[in-house]
């Protein structure tokens, strides 16, 4: 019989009491009769109410004991993981610091331009600086979740890495009124992109603007990242796929597995480093500046190392797993080779 603690414990009550009254020399007859009158049903409630009390303060009493117990744990699967991906983490955390300081360099350039040439891109360049800011977040939250052993956390913060990579592409190739409806709509409460009907290429466009209608307009979006972003869907929603085929489990899924993998975190190193490249460059190009010309070359050119280090890393240490891990999440391949587009 599977073990049932609360249910054995009533069971064990409801025998003693019976034994109390028969030692009281109550007939079993009348035992019975005695039993049918008791309401099970609030005294199953009340144990219950009284249990859970009880166990409440047994744990807040134990409670540091578990817990450093459960960190003990955790520090031992980090160093292990760190075994794995270092190199990974620190080319992460590095192209973090060279973004940084390649914007910091490029505002300086842009404070001692002229008035009228800020003037000209004033609204493209308030609207990329907070969406690259928020790009350079969450490409460190990414960063964190990974080296926490996260990985279908990590590759669900990069769609919308993705998501702010096409926004800003579109913001690029449309004029600075655009860039101003962009703006504007934050202090609206429209849950569409709305602001899009800016542009010219939805003037005259019936009904709300979804996120799709403004993929559809860009160049960035390639059928290749569409998929990707296909495949980042399923990992955030309630999906079947994204559920029984989580990208940092293991194949056997016979095994219910929850908590910090050291699995499958090189897909979002990979794609939340291109998604800052592209973002960065975007950017960087707003005015005419040629040492952002050569900062984006040399992020782009990085998400190289970036890549080179995760997968390789996998290869070494993974590679049987990936031969039949390559088509996780409904058929869509999640070992790609996907181009940086600077």
Not at 1 to 18: A, N, V, Y
Not at 35 to 56: G, P
Not at 61 to 88: C, D, N, P, S
Not at 327 to 332: A, N
């Amino acid at each position: 019989m599977p073990e049932d603690k609360f249910t054995d414990l009533m069971l064990r009550t409801l025998d003693d009491h019976i034994e109390a009254k028969r030692a009281e020399g109550l007939s079993d007859t009348a035992i019975l009769e005695r039993i049918n009158k008791i309401d099970f049903t609030e005294i199953f409630s009340k144990m219950a109410e009284t249990v859970a009390i009880n166990t409440v303060e047994t744990l807040e009493k134990t409670m540091y004991e578990r817990v450093l117990e459960e960190r003990a744990q955790t520090a031992e699967f980090m160093a292990r993981h760190e075994q794995i991906w270092g190199k990974g983490f620190v080319a992460s955390e590095a192209m973090y610091i060279m973004v940084l300081e390649t914007v910091d360099m490029y505002r300086q350039y842009v404070d001692d331009l002229p008035a009228e040439t800020i003037e000209e891109k004033q609204y493209h360049l308030a609207a990329l600086r907070q969406i690259h800011a928020r790009a350079c977040q969450q490409f460190l939250e990414i960063t964190y979740l990974i080296k926490a052993g996260f990985a279908d956390g990590a590759f669900a913060r990069w769609r919308s890495m993705y998501e702010l990579s096409v926004v800003a592409d579109f913001l690029i190739n449309n004029d600075e009124s655009v860039a101003l409806a962009f703006i504007e709509s934050a202090d609206s409460d429209d849950s569409w992109h709305n602001w899009a009907k800016a542009a010219p290429c939805f003037a005259g466009h019936k009904g709300n603007i979804t996120f799709n209608d403004i993929q559809n307009k860009c160049d960035l979006s390639t059928d290749v990242w569409r998929k990707q972003y296909k495949l980042a869907n399923k990992v955030v929603h309630a999906s079947p796929q994204g559920t029984f085929n989580r990208l940092g489990a293991f194949v056997d899924t016979s095994v219910l597995q929850a908590g910090h993998s050291d699995y499958g975190v090189s897909l979002a190193a990979e794609h939340s480093a291109i998604s800052l490249a592209v973002i960065t460059a975007s950017f960087l190009t707003i005015l005419p500046y040629g040492d952002g010309t050569v900062h984006a070359s040399t992020i782009g050119k990085w998400v190289d190392i970036v890549r080179k280090y995760y997968y390789e890393a996998e290869d070494r240490c993974f590679s049987e797993k990936n031969e039949m891990h390559a088509t996780k999440i409904d058929g869509t391949v999640i070992s790609t080779d996907l181009q940086t587009t600077i």
